[in-house]
């Protein structure tokens, strides 16, 4: 069978062979039996679980690279009136030890009645969006990682 050994981070490679295309939650692994989008099986058998995101690449042991996509899940984006508010928001999502995506205007989780209820009482605008969901790593994640809206032109696949 053919071995997923290492990762490329987004922006260190240029072509891919073909994408896989997962969920956040799917996207935090060690060990799998995997299928890339378009039928190549492989394992994927890393040193240490790894958070696999938007961009990256798994580089197989026959040196073609598989280009991780995320793929879209129902999200909330939420939005302050300002800056400070959005900050206020944040530290609520965070004091609920939430998986949350920030960016300078918004800030994207998984959607939750209950926490949507919370936020809309805090005076959070918040829209229902479905798109690929890269929260931030915990304190002690190795390899950071960039916001961009826009997907690089080094990630292009064939």
């Given at each position: 069978?053919?071995?997923?050994?290492?990762?490329?981070?987004?922006?260190?490679?240029?072509?891919?062979?073909?994408?896989?295309?997962?969920?956040?939650?799917?996207?935090?692994?060690?060990?799998?039996?995997?299928?890339?989008d378009e039928g190549i099986a492989f394992l994927?058998?890393?040193p240490e679980a790894t958070l696999l995101r938007d961009g990256d690449a798994i580089r197989l042991d026959d040196g073609r690279l598989i280009a991780v996509r995320a793929k879209p899940e129902?999200?909330?984006e939420?939005?302050?009136?300002d800056a400070r508010?959005?900050?206020a928001l944040a530290w609520q999502i965070g004091n609920r030890h939430l998986p949350?995506?920030?960016?300078?205007?918004?800030?994207?989780?998984r959607r939750d009645p209950v926490i949507r209820e919370m936020l809309?009482?805090?005076?959070?605008?918040?829209t229902e969006v479905e798109a690929g969901f890269d929260p931030e790593g915990g304190a002690y994640e190795v390899h950071g990682h960039d916001h961009a809206h826009?997907?690089?032109?080094?990630?292009?696949?064939?």
């Open positions: 069978m053919i071995l997923g050994t290492s990762v490329k981070r987004a922006g260190e490679w240029t072509y891919a062979a073909d994408t896989i295309t997962l969920d956040e939650t799917a996207r935090h692994r060690r060990r799998m039996a995997m299928v890339s994927l058998d890393l129902e999200l909330y939420i939005r302050g009136k508010h959005l900050l949350a995506q920030l960016f300078d205007d918004c800030i994207l989780i809309s009482g805090l005076g959070a605008t918040i826009e997907p690089s032109a080094e990630t292009a696949i064939r």
